[in-house]
């Protein structure tokens, strides 16, 4: 299935999401590390960065990609033409009606581009036509670039928890927007 957001005037000219499948877990990881290794230098462990991180997404991702398949959400990949320029990966709504966004990522050279927005929009249909009230996401308490992406784009801070990444002490923040009903 491709979900083309072009039409929509919100997303940016070229810009095309699609669903994942399992044989794009090996990009997937490599997206999500190649984000990491960028965003989050000096927030995590360099060995977890530079030495860890690949290879633990390519542990994770073939066996998430099977399980959103099997109806536990989805992943969308971002691409202008046919480089790929980013990923999003929503749960399917929990028992409050609220999908979780378990990862959002733009490669570093496509931040600002509007990628990460039209994936957000795309979230907020998917989680609609899923019935779906409100979106929530967690992001690293130093991650200053991430949490003004987020707040100018509505999400409001809703909870703070201390968490584990990378073998590091993190603060991770929990961010919510309600989604307009109808």
């Known amino acids: 299935m491709a979900i083309d957001p072009v039409s ?6 070229g810009l095309r999401l699609r669903s994942a499948t399992v044989a794009d877990a090996a990009l997937v990881a490599q997206m999500h590390t190649r ?3 960028s965003t989050y230098r000096g927030m995590l462990a360099d060995r977890y960065l530079d030495h860890e991180a690949l290879a633990e997404g390519l542990a994770l991702w073939p066996t998430k990609l099977r399980e959103l398949k099997a109806g536990a959400g989805e992943l969308l990949i971002a691409e202008r033409g046919q480089t790929a320029v980013g990923f999003v990966c929503m749960l ?9 966004i378990d990862n959002l990522h733009a ?17 907020r249909r998917w989680a609609a036509a899923r019935g779906a009230v409100q979106l ?12 003004g992406f987020y707040e100018a784009c509505g999400w409001r801070l809703s909870g703070k928890k201390n968490d584990r990444m ?11 927007l309600r989604l307009d009903p109808g």
């Open 35 to 37: 984000s990491r290794v």
């Open 8 to 13: 929509d005037s919100s997303a940016p000219p």
């Open 92 to 100: 399917a709504p929990d028992e409050d009606r609220s999908v979780y």
């Open 136 to 147: 929530h996401l967690l992001v690293l308490e130093a991650n200053v670039a991430a949490i």
């Open 107 to 123: 490669l570093p050279e496509h931040k600002g581009s509007g990628a990460g927005t039209a994936m957000l929009d795309e979230v």
């Open 166 to 176: 990378g073998g590091s002490d993190i603060v991770a923040l929990v961010y919510s």
